[in-house]
């Protein structure tokens, strides 16, 4: 299975960036879609964006224009940058491989607040 783990996370003012970063563990990391997810105090976790094998992208109608997913498949390491950050973007954010083996990490708080 693939062990994951998020770092990056903060308080950032609205507007402000912050960029965070997911380690994988495995030696089949690059076979693997990743995905950001986030999850905000008493909603449901949703989607954020997504990055395929061949590091095709999607995003979430919330964040598009705003957040760029990234993979570094020599590194195990996958990024989520995020500029224009509003109040409605903080949530605990988790990084996730899709896919049999896959797992989840242990998430990364984010914090948008003046």
């Known amino acids: 299975q693939v062990q994951l783990v998020e770092s990056g996370g903060g308080l950032v003012q609205p507007g402000g960036s912050l960029r965070l970063s997911c380690a994988a563990s495995g030696s089949s990391f690059s076979r693997y879609a990743m995905a950001w997810y986030r999850q905000a105090p008493g909603k449901q976790r949703e989607l954020v964006a997504y990055i395929t094998s061949g590091s095709n992208t999607n995003y979430a109608d919330s964040v598009k224009g705003r957040f760029t997913i990234s993979r570094d498949n020599a590194k195990n390491m996958v990024y989520l940058q995020m500029n224009s950050l509003k109040p409605e973007d903080t949530a605990v954010y988790y990084c996730?491989?899709?896919?049999?083996?896959?797992?989840w990490g242990q998430g990364t708080q984010v914090t948008v607040s003046s």
């Open positions: 996730h491989a899709i896919g049999v083996g896959g797992g």
